[in-house]
Each structure stands twice: as C-alpha cells, then as structure tokens.
C-alpha cells in the first residue's frame, strides 16, 4: 500500500484547483516527515505539492499582455513600453537593453532589470548529434537546478522543457522522480528556456543553421499538471500571436502527464490550446498502481475516459506514452490489453500511441526491451487499426533522454533498501500470468 504525505508546508495558492490532497489519500496514516529542500520518496509516495520556496521576481513572461501594460504604468512608465518590450522578447528574443533603440536612452538599463530579471544562469551544456542536441543545465534565482533538451530535426526544432524543479510523481523508472519535488517553476521560467534556445537559434549558434523553435514539449523535468497554474499560462504564451507570445501553432505545443484527473478536465473544459500526452506505461491497475504510483489516486480507465473527452472537445488526437521495459510491461498481452482499452472508447483514430525504448537511470537494473518483443508490441497495437511509433532515444547519451533529467539524486541507505523492495514487487506483479486470458474479446 502507497504511503501518500503532502508537504506539511502552508498551502501554495496556485494549486489548490488541482491538488486535493487529503481527499482522496488512501493508505495507512504514516509520519510525515518535513520537507526541507528535495529528498528522496518512499516507494510510492506522492508529493503533491512543492515545498514553499522564495517566488521568483515577476518577469513580462508570467503577464498576460493587459497585465503587461497595467505592470508598466504601475512603475511609472507609459503603457506603451508594453508593447515595444513585447516585441524585443518574444519577437527579437532579447533582453539586452543595448538592443532597445526604441527605449530612451537613460531608461533602458532601468527598465529592462524591472521587467527581464534574470531567472535562468546557464550552469552546463552538453552536446549530442554533432551539435544537434543541446542539453542545457539552468540554476534558478533560489539555487534550483533544472535542464531543458533543444532537438533539430530535419523538419522541425523540438525543446524539451522542464516546469518543476525535481518531480514528485515518483514513478520507479524514471531519474526526475528518485529525488522529489523542489518546486514549481514560474511562468517566466519556463518561457525563458525557449526565449534562450530562440535566441541561439537565430543567431546561428546551435548545429543545422539558424532557425526557430517550431515545437515544445513539457517532457523535461516534473509533472507539468502538478504545477496547472503556471503551464497554461505559458501555453497561451507560446501560442499567442506575435508579439503577445511566440506564435506557434498549439497543435506543436504538447502537455504530457502521468495523468492527474482534475488538471486534465480542466484543461478540456478551459480550452487551453495544446496537444495533450497521457504516460500509461501499463494497460492493468496492478502493474501501474506501482509504475506511476498517481494510478492509485487516479484509475487508468478514468484517465483515458478524460483523455477521450478532451478529444471530443478539442479535435486534437490524444498521445500515449509507453516506456517498454524488459520483462517488466512489454508483454504481448499487455500490448493487447492496451488496443482493446483504446479502441474500445470509440476507434483508433483518436489515439496516437508511442512506445519508448526504457532509457537508462541511474540506480537502476531495468532495460529497454528486446527489439523483437518491442516490434511484437507495435504491431500488436498497429492491429488495432492504432496509429503507433516508437520514439527515438535521441539524447540518450548525454542522459538528455525522457526519464534521465534529474540534476540531484540523493540516496541513502535506507532509501536504496526501499526502493529494491519497490523492484522486487514491481517484478513480481509484471510477471504474474494474466488472469482475462491474453486473446483479444
Ligand atoms: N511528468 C510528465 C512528463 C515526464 S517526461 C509525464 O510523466 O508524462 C516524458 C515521458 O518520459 C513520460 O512519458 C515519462 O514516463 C517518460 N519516461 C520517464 N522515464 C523514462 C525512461 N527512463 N525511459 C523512457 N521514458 C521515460
């Protein structure tokens, strides 16, 4: 049975929609420990909600671009620097005052440090693909550390953003999770890593000559409807138009989640313009209750019946995410349990499934599946009629890959013991035959 504690800490107001913590607890009434920083969870302990940190100072990225301009008369400048500043970040990607002809000269120093505080400082960068992949390292104002993932394609530019510093969804496979939640990240924070990346881009600086960030996915670090907040917000900044945002299309924005009920409704029903990625990794309440330990709070049937009506109500086909990991979740019968629960909410077409060969973690035995029995489970689902593709493994060497950001991981010995006993379990339970038979009915 899960232990599942919140931070003892005072509500943190932006989340209050989104996380109800006590509600739904299931479990024996355990200890809870203070939280002081990040550490590492129990097996199977959520952490709902992020310790309070000192917020980070407000920046034009976390405004809307009324409240941009309400912010600029409140410092005592004309509405109208709104806009022009606007333009130089989310158009010209710059917050250097020296660019900002258009300011007056003796208010442009002054100005800039009120609106672009510095909220990102490059600690790292680590290249994979012949400079095609950039792993970057940010500390933030409070000493956070997270990463973000720029990927050049042939026909498009993907970053991989983090918007929690640490995860506490603490799913087994995944290097984020071992450490626990630190915090949320602001708005700005998480607009910032594509402002930066934008700004390489075009200057020409990143491998595959200049261009601009076509698509974002919020796959980096935390789970991004933990912190609903600050994630819409920066949908709509990223898709707002010039130079209210950075214009992109919404269908190239993608919010990929373990699958936290509340947020995912409310995301349908606010209409936030994006693509919408569920992590199943397992087709059976069993094996997922410990692969992504929110099941437990959160029924996968529930989840995909939301995941369903966000198609309906938004048009935009809903991704599946599947980690195959050896002799762990790759099992054919899963593979058809998957296709039968899928197609069983109205056909395949609203569906788009995409196995991910397991990356490596720290810490951990568990490997990516044999390529026969990962092919078996492609097809597997490909018979449902469902569209299906594997992702690449692109970053996997510069630990740039999905589950392998995590700046800290702090493990004790009592820890390690947990978490083999966690292993132990999970093994047990992917091995256990399956009792509705594997053919399909
Ligand atoms: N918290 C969000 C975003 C996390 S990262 C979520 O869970 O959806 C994006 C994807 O990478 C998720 O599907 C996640 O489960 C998956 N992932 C995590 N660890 C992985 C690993 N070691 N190998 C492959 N995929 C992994």
Same mark, same amino acid.
């Given at each position: 049975?899960?232990?599942?504690?919140?931070?003892?800490?005072?509500?943190?107001?932006?989340?209050?929609?989104?996380?109800? #913590?006590? *509600?739904?607890?299931?479990?024996?009434?355990?200890?809870? #420990?203070?939280?002081?920083?990040?550490?590492?969870?129990?097996?199977?302990?959520?952490?709902?909600?992020?310790?309070?940190?000192?917020?980070?100072?407000?920046?034009?990225?976390?405004?809307?671009?009324?409240?941009?301009? &309400?912010?600029?008369?409140?410092?005592?400048?004309? %509405?109208?620097?709104?806009?022009?500043?606007?333009?130089?970040?989310?158009?010209?990607?710059?917050?250097?005052?020296?660019?900002?002809?258009?300011?007056? $000269? @003796?208010?442009?120093?002054?100005?800039?440090? /009120?609106?672009?505080?510095?909220?990102?400082? &490059?600690?790292?960068?680590?290249?994979?693909?012949?400079?095609?992949?950039?792993?970057?390292?940010?500390?933030?104002?409070?000493?956070?550390? /997270?990463?973000?993932?720029?990927?050049?394609?042939?026909?498009?530019?993907?970053? =991989?953003?983090?918007?929690?510093?640490?995860?506490?969804?603490? =799913?087994?496979? =995944?290097?984020?999770?071992?450490?626990?939640?630190?915090?949320?990240?602001?708005?700005?924070?998480?607009?910032?890593?594509?402002?930066?990346?934008?700004?390489?881009?075009?200057?020409?600086?990143? @491998?595959?000559?200049?261009?601009?960030?076509?698509?974002?996915?919020?796959?980096?670090?935390?789970?991004?409807? $933990?912190?609903?907040?600050?994630?819409?917000?920066?949908?709509?900044?990223?898709?707002?138009?010039?130079?209210?945002?950075?214009?992109?299309?919404?269908?190239?924005?993608?919010?990929?989640?373990?699958?936290?009920? #509340? @947020?995912?409704? *409310?995301?349908?029903?606010?209409?936030?313009?994006?693509?919408?990625?569920?992590?199943?990794?397992? #087709?059976?309440?069993?094996?997922?209750?410990?692969?992504?330990?929110?099941?437990?709070?959160?029924?996968?049937?529930?989840?995909?019946?939301?995941?369903?009506?966000?198609?309906?109500?938004?048009?935009?086909?809903?991704?599946?995410?599947? @980690?195959?990991?050896?002799?762990?979740?790759?099992?054919?019968?899963?593979?058809?349990?998957? %296709?039968?629960?899928?197609?069983?909410?109205?056909?395949? %077409?609203?569906?788009?499934?995409?196995?991910?060969?397991?990356?490596?973690?720290?810490?951990?035995?568990?490997?990516?599946?044999?390529?026969?029995?990962?092919?078996?489970?492609?097809?597997?689902?490909?018979?449902?009629?469902?569209?299906?593709?594997?992702?690449?493994?692109? %970053?996997?060497?510069?630990?740039?890959?999905?589950?392998?950001?995590?700046?800290?991981?702090?493990?004790?010995?009592?820890?390690?013991?947990?978490?083999?006993?966690?292993?132990?379990?999970?093994?047990?339970?992917?091995?256990?035959?399956?009792?509705?038979?594997?053919?399909?009915?």
């Amino acid at each position: 049975m899960a232990i599942m504690t919140d931070s003892p800490q005072p509500e943190n107001p932006e989340n209050t929609e989104i996380n109800e #913590p006590d *509600k739904a607890a299931e479990g024996p009434a355990t200890a809870v #420990p203070v939280i002081i920083g990040n550490r590492p969870l129990a097996p199977g302990e959520l952490q709902m909600r992020a310790p309070r940190r000192g917020k980070p100072p407000v920046h034009l990225a976390d405004l809307t671009a009324t409240e941009r301009t &309400e912010h600029l008369k409140s410092l005592g400048h004309q %509405g109208f620097r709104a806009k022009q500043l606007s333009k130089h970040y989310f158009e010209h990607f710059t917050t250097d005052p020296e660019q900002m002809t258009d300011l007056p $000269a @003796a208010q442009r120093a002054e100005i800039t440090a /009120v609106v672009f505080p510095k909220l990102l400082t &490059e600690v790292s960068v680590q290249l994979a693909d012949q400079g095609r992949t950039v792993k970057t390292l940010w500390r933030l104002h409070d000493g956070s550390l /997270v990463e973000s993932v720029l990927m050049r394609y042939k026909d498009r530019t993907t970053i =991989c953003v983090s918007s929690q510093a640490g995860c506490g969804m603490n =799913c087994p496979f =995944c290097a984020t999770g071992q450490a626990g939640l630190t915090r949320n990240m602001s708005t700005a924070e998480i607009i910032e890593q594509v402002r930066i990346a934008n700004q390489q881009l075009a200057a020409g600086q990143v @491998a595959g000559g200049p261009g601009r960030v076509t698509n974002l996915v919020f796959m980096g670090m935390g789970e991004p409807m $933990a912190n609903y907040k600050a994630v819409a917000a920066s949908v709509r900044r990223l898709t707002d138009s010039r130079p209210d945002g950075f214009g992109m299309s919404a269908r190239n924005v993608t919010v990929s989640t373990v699958g936290l009920l #509340p @947020a995912i409704e *409310k995301l349908t029903q606010e209409g936030i313009p994006c693509t919408l990625a569920i992590s199943i990794h397992a #087709p059976d309440n069993e094996l997922r209750d410990e692969l992504v330990p929110i099941n437990q709070r959160y029924k996968i049937d529930d989840v995909l019946d939301a995941a369903r009506t966000y198609f309906d109500t938004t048009g935009r086909r809903v991704s599946i995410e599947y @980690a195959l990991i050896r002799d762990i979740n790759d099992q054919a019968w899963r593979a058809d349990l998957l %296709g039968r629960m899928l197609t069983a909410r109205g056909g395949a %077409g609203w569906i788009h499934v995409n196995p991910i060969p397991l990356n490596p973690v720290p810490n951990s035995k568990w490997t990516a599946s044999d390529p026969r029995v990962e092919e078996e489970f492609v097809e597997t689902l490909r018979s449902y009629g469902i569209s299906t593709t594997v992702r690449d493994t692109r %970053g996997s060497d510069i630990d740039g890959a999905c589950g392998q950001l995590a700046a800290t991981i702090v493990e004790d010995a009592r820890h390690r013991e947990d978490r083999e006993a966690r292993v132990g379990r999970v093994e047990l339970i992917a091995a256990a035959p399956h009792l509705e038979g594997n053919s399909r009915g």
